[in-house]
Structures are given as C-alpha cells and as structure tokens.
Nanobody, 115 residues
C-alpha cells in the first residue's frame, strides 16, 4: 500500500490550494482521512471520507475545505479555500481498511504554509 500526497506549497491568507493523494495497493473500499500536524502541536483530523463518499470535517475547516475521492483515478483530494495562517501544517492522507477509525496506512505528508 502506498499513499503519496502532492499539491502543498505556500499561499497567502484567503488563497486556495488543492492537495492530492495518489493511492496504490489498495481498493476504494476503504475509508480515508486527511490529517495535519503543525510544529509543536498534536496531529489533528481535518476531514474524513466514508465508504459511500460521505464527508465530515473538523470545526476548524468546515465550510472552507472539501474532501473528495475519485475512484477511477484512485485519488483522494482536499480542496482548501479561504485559507488562514493557522492552516499552516504538514498534511497527510491516510487509509482505514475496516472503517473503524484506525488508520493503518499513511502518506509521507506535504507541507502547506499560509502567510
């Protein structure tokens, strides 16, 4: 199983970025999540994508971020709009094979910086 994030970078406050997570070695019948970790802070769950594609978000990003998946492309996305400096973190995608909240597969992360 391999998860590879891309799309990170630097953006000004109010701007947008779209992260991608290319998946291989697994099927689309997993649950997925986006997480982030800022320096000196604990990892935080940002968005979750259920088996049926339903999404949930943390309060800190609700209304600004949109997670989605493209089954044909085996790719997970995180569209981030109206970004804030507090969104600065390393972002990770993760896969949960049993959809039980235990994410056993993780990408290497991509850095997002908002100034």
């Amino acid at each position: 199983v391999q998860l590879v994030e891309s799309g990170g970078g630097s953006v000004e406050a109010g701007g947008s970025l779209k992260l991608s997570c290319q998946m291989s070695g697994l099927t689309t019948r997993y649950c997925f999540g986006w997480f982030r970790q800022a320096p000196g802070k604990e990892r935080e769950g940002v968005a979750a994508v259920a088996l049926d594609g339903a999404t949930t978000y943390s309060d800190s990003v609700k209304g600004r971020f949109t997670a989605s998946k493209n089954n044909a492309e085996m790719t997970l996305y995180l569209q981030m709009n109206n970004m804030k400096p507090e969104d600065t973190a390393k972002y990770y995608c993760a896969a949960d094979r049993l959809c039980n909240g235990i994410f056993g597969y993780w990408g290497q992360g991509t850095q997002v910086t908002v100034s």
